[in-house]
């Protein structure tokens, strides 16, 4: 069975410093993660995706992830947060030759000025 | 190129009636979806459908029914509408033929209330 936890509900930083949001899951089969972000009362949008390339992968808007599968992990980072960045962020995690999607539970990532 | 679009934006229905959302893709993707979200609970399946002409239920499919009308439209119909269905119903389509690899791409969502 997939499941994906976020470790966070929110996260809070100052603009200009890091972005961490964590994101650990479980596959009993080879997975495809996702990171997707959602703008208030907007639908859903893509920032980055792992399918079993490169481990390290590099989204929209500075966002990044590394796949560690040792650690069962896929975190999201950004080396500087953007006010505009303030938004919820959802892991998913999907078996790879499956259609089942699993969300975490998502991070709500406040920017301070 | 409108990608995914939903209707209505916004109901309110009574328990016990009922309704049906509506989405429509351009984007010629094969597989669409049906996901709800609750508050602290990110979103859940309900139903999917891998191509025209095929549903399948997901994760949380009861008191819901769905017809892949054809290519481009996939609705979500509510038989008997109760309270704990009053949530946000998002729409999502992606290519499919990539085994799980491919991206969604979502609607802007329908937020229902059940009183």
């Known amino acids: 069975a997939q499941s994906v936890t976020q470790l966070d509900s929110h996260v809070s930083v100052s603009e200009g410093t890091p972005v961490l949001l964590r994101c650990n899951y479980s596959?009993?089969?080879?997975?495809?993660l996702f990171w997707y972000v959602q703008h208030p009362n907007k639908g859903l949008q893509l920032l980055l995706k792992y399918t079993s390339a490169a481990t390290l992968v590099k989204g929209i808007n500075g966002f990044e992830a590394e796949f560690k599968k040792s650690e069962t992990s896929f975190h999201l980072t950004k080396p500087s947060a953007h006010m505009s960045d303030a938004a919820e962020y959802f892991c998913?995690?999907?078996?790879?030759?499956?259609?089942?999607?699993?969300f975490g539970a998502g991070t709500r990532l406040f920017v301070k000025a | 190129n409108a990608g995914v679009t939903q209707t209505p934006k916004f109901q309110v229905l009574k328990t016990g009636q009922s309704m049906t959302l509506q989405c429509a893709q351009d984007?010629?993707?094969?597989?669409m979806y049906w996901y709800r979200q609750d508050p602290g609970m990110g979103l859940r399946l309900i139903y999917y459908s891998a191509s025209e002409g095929t549903t399948d239920k997901g994760e949380v499919p009861n008191g819901y029914n769905v017809s892949r009308l054809n290519k481009r439209e996939f609705s979500l119909r509510l038989e008997s509408a109760a309270p704990s269905q009053t949530s946000v119903y998002f729409c999502?389509?992606?290519?499919?033929?990539?085994?799980?690899?491919?991206?969604?791409?979502f609607g802007p969502g329908t937020r229902l209330t059940v009183l």
């Open positions: 984007m010629n993707h094969n597989s």
């Open positions: 596959s009993s089969y080879s997975p495809s």
């Open positions: 999502a389509s992606s290519e499919g033929g990539l085994a799980g690899r491919e991206t969604q791409y």
């Open positions: 998913v995690v999907r078996v790879t030759g499956g259609f089942k999607t699993i």
